[in-house]
């Protein structure tokens, strides 16, 4: 997955004490990278004390930490490891970097659809909303969550109206709050939805996401909309 790029030259000595800040906030995620399911005695380091440690360089800082929290998703995708410390890795990235906005949306997809944590996934959508009030991609992201993962289409149509009004928010966010208000049927759009998503973004990850759930809605629809196991 591409990572955010910034064009700021560092002093060298300057990049490795922040390289040497970030580092130590992933040391320990590492050394569990390959003992898998693993969920207690969990630490990373706060925001605050990586906003101390970067001398000031919180977006540099926030770069590689998100470049480590790629590694570690594509490592579960390998099957190398569970998602213990995928949510703390998102929000130490976002207290660095509160206006970097592809870590709010992709986290809380993880969290609510490979984790099924759906609060904590909105939850982390609104710390974006919280920091960044006038984007129209974080309140879109919690309609869509609130359509294709929980049913609710009223909560959905809510969202998708907001995100409507949002500085360059494009037609999609009408055209969706509109369908979602006149009650489409549920799988047929949220098919709609993913296939938006995965020939919208840009993100590897992102994609093979939106692919991945796609499959799945469609196996449902194959048979007629039966209730099913899998978690869509």
């Not at 000595?13 to 399911?37: D, E, M, N, S």
């Not at 909303?129 to 869509?144: D, Q, S, V």
């Amino acid at each position: 997955m591409p990572v955010k790029a910034r064009r700021i030259v560092l002093p060298a000595v300057v990049f490795v004490v922040v390289l040497a800040g970030a580092v130590a906030a992933t040391v320990h995620v590492k050394r569990y990278t390959y003992r898998p399911y693993l969920y207690d005695n969990l630490y990373l380091p706060s925001g605050k004390f990586m906003e101390q440690v970067s001398l000031g360089y919180n977006q540099i800082t926030a770069d590689i930490i998100w470049s480590q929290a790629v590694q570690y998703y594509g490592g579960y995708r390998k099957g190398d490891h569970d998602l213990a410390y995928f949510e703390g890795l998102i929000h130490l990235v976002t207290d660095l970097d509160p206006h970097f906005i592809f870590p709010y949306r992709f986290g809380a997809l993880v969290l609510s659809q490979d984790m099924e944590a759906f609060d904590r996934g909105i939850a982390v959508l609104r710390k974006g909303m919280h920091h960044n009030p006038t984007n129209w991609e974080l309140p879109f992201a919690i309609g869509f969550l609130y359509f294709v993962d929980v049913g609710n289409p009223d909560m959905a149509a809510r969202y998708f109206d907001l995100a409507s009004r949002m500085p360059g928010a494009p037609d999609l966010a009408r055209r969706f709050a509109a369908f979602v208000y006149l009650r489409a049927g549920h799988n047929e759009m949220s098919i709609r939805m993913w296939e938006v998503l995965r020939e919208t973004t840009d993100e590897p990850y992102m994609k093979e996401l939106a692919e991945r759930y796609l499959e799945k809605l469609k196996r449902r629809s194959a048979r007629g909309g039966e209730a099913s196991d899998e978690r869509i």
